[in-house]
Nanobody, 123 residues
Framework: QVKLVESGGGLVQAGGSMRLLCTFS????????MGWFRQAPGKEREYVAT????????YYANSVKGRFTISSDSAKRTVYLQMNNLQSDDSAVYFC????????????????WGQGTQVTVSS
């Protein structure tokens, strides 16, 4: 069982920055991939970014590429999402997920999720 806990959300003005953290515990291995997804009111949960637990092979959704950076510190058991130049469309609940097999862009392949953290961008 893997437990994930997100933190770092809050309110920020458009153009500002914020860093989210996902702390994980439980039995993990180096083949785990850690992902960030987000869900706005009335919308489906959408892919944001993923990275290998050991900190390699980052991938991003086109909508955040160049503005967001995902990183992983396996020693601290923490995955980070640095978000810069935030816009109102980035407002959502951000979820951290963990998976081992399958398409990284498909949320159905993530058996483990955190409770989410709210990010609100004011314009």
């Amino acid at each position: 069982q893997v437990k994930l806990v997100e933190s770092g959300g809050g309110l920020v003005q458009a153009g500002g920055s914020m860093r989210l953290l996902c702390t994980f515990s439980g039995r993990t291995s180096t083949d785990y991939r850690m992902g960030w997804f987000r869900q706005a009111p009335g919308k489906e949960r959408e892919y944001v970014a993923t990275i290998n637990l050991i900190g390699t092979s980052p991938y991003y959704a086109n909508s955040v590429k160049g503005r967001f950076t995902i990183s992983s510190d396996s020693a601290k058991r923490t995955v980070y999402l640095q978000m810069n130049n935030l816009q109102s469309d980035d407002s959502a609940v951000y979820f951290c997920g963990a998976m081992q097999d399958g398409d990284i862009f498909n949320r159905a392949n993530y058996p483990y999720w955190g409770q989410g953290t709210q990010v609100t961008v004011s314009s």
